[in-house]
């Protein structure tokens, strides 16, 4: 089965903190239970980066986003997506449901310049979200499996310093040609990055394989 209803950030303040685990918390339970009743052995709920809150705010360098960095959430967002992951993860604990919840980054419509920004370390493409779902119910697992779902970011550890300092000096590095393509189409490179969201959890878990990258926004033909 898999679990997407959710009230979003964008929701925060229109909707009450109740309705908030009404929908996030309580639903997914009341989805959980209903698997346990009918023998559904696979539940994999859609989850978002946004969870990690306050520990992606950089110190001396971008922020090195892997599934063990411990959440600090903001807001009754973050909070329930984080209890609806324990409520997945008790599921699987207690009654042998296998759950796997994917840690899905920006992915919503935006301008142009943006998206292809954040294909560098903070989005990804809805096609790329459809099969790491399709993925996620397909491939063997067992336990409960927390996964961040992004564009592949080009970046190493080692980068992260020049990140937050001078980010477009680190993507020049990665992709000589993006300045003239980004200068052609009145873009700007970003100054600086204060995260990255690492997939490699899920490319050696899943198979995951993200093929609407930074590159491809682009259009391979610019280069």
Same mark, same amino acid.
């Given at each position: 089965?898999?679990?997407?209803?959710?009230?979003? @950030?964008?929701?925060?303040?229109?909707?009450?903190?109740?309705?908030?685990?009404?929908? !996030?918390?309580?639903?997914?339970?009341?989805?959980?239970?209903?698997?346990?009743?009918?023998?559904?052995?696979?539940?994999?709920?859609?989850?978002?980066?946004?969870?990690?809150? !306050?520990?992606?705010?950089?110190?001396?360098?971008?922020?090195?986003?892997?599934?063990?960095?411990?959440? $600090?959430?903001?807001?009754?967002?973050d909070e329930t997506k984080i209890a609806a992951?324990?409520?997945?993860?008790?599921?699987?604990?207690?009654?042998?449901?296998?759950?796997?919840?994917?840690?899905?980054?920006?992915?919503?419509?935006?301008?142009?310049?943006?998206? @292809?920004?954040?294909?560098?370390?903070?989005?990804?493409?809805?096609?790329?979200?459809?099969?790491?779902?399709?993925?996620?119910?397909?491939?063997?697992?067992?336990?409960?499996?927390?996964?961040?779902?992004?564009?592949?970011?080009p970046f190493a550890p080692e980068d992260t310093?020049?990140?937050?300092? !001078?980010? @477009?000096?680190?993507?020049?590095?990665?992709?000589?040609?993006?300045?003239?393509?980004?200068?052609?189409?009145?873009?700007?490179?970003?100054?600086? $990055?204060?995260? $990255?969201?690492?997939?490699?959890?899920?490319q050696r878990m899943l198979g995951y394989r993200?093929?609407?990258?930074?590159?491809?926004?682009?259009?391979?033909?610019?280069?």
């Amino acid at each position: 089965m898999i679990h997407t209803a959710s009230l979003h @950030a964008p929701h925060v303040g229109a909707y009450s903190e109740q309705a908030f685990y009404e929908t !996030n918390v309580h639903g997914t339970e009341t989805l959980l239970n209903a698997c346990l009743q009918h023998g559904v052995k696979r539940f994999v709920y859609t989850s978002t980066t946004s969870l990690y809150g !306050n520990a992606m705010i950089p110190k001396d360098r971008a922020v090195w986003v892997t599934e063990d960095l411990p959440p $600090i959430p903001r807001d009754i967002y973050d909070e329930t997506k984080i209890a609806a992951e324990h409520a997945c993860q008790a599921a699987a604990a207690n009654a042998g449901l296998t759950g796997v919840s994917l840690r899905i980054s920006r992915c919503f419509p935006e301008p142009a310049p943006l998206m @292809a920004i954040y294909r560098l370390y903070r989005g990804v493409d809805l096609r790329d979200v459809a099969n790491a779902h399709r993925l996620a119910l397909s491939m063997p697992l067992s336990g409960f499996e927390t996964l961040n779902i992004s564009a592949a970011p080009p970046f190493a550890p080692e980068d992260t310093e020049a990140l937050l300092a !001078n980010a @477009a000096q680190v993507i020049t590095r990665y992709y000589p040609w993006a300045p003239e393509v980004f200068r052609r189409r009145g873009w700007v490179l970003p100054h600086t $990055i204060d995260r $990255i969201y690492v997939i490699d959890k899920a490319q050696r878990m899943l198979g995951y394989r993200p093929e609407h990258n930074f590159d491809t926004v682009l259009y391979p033909r610019d280069r």
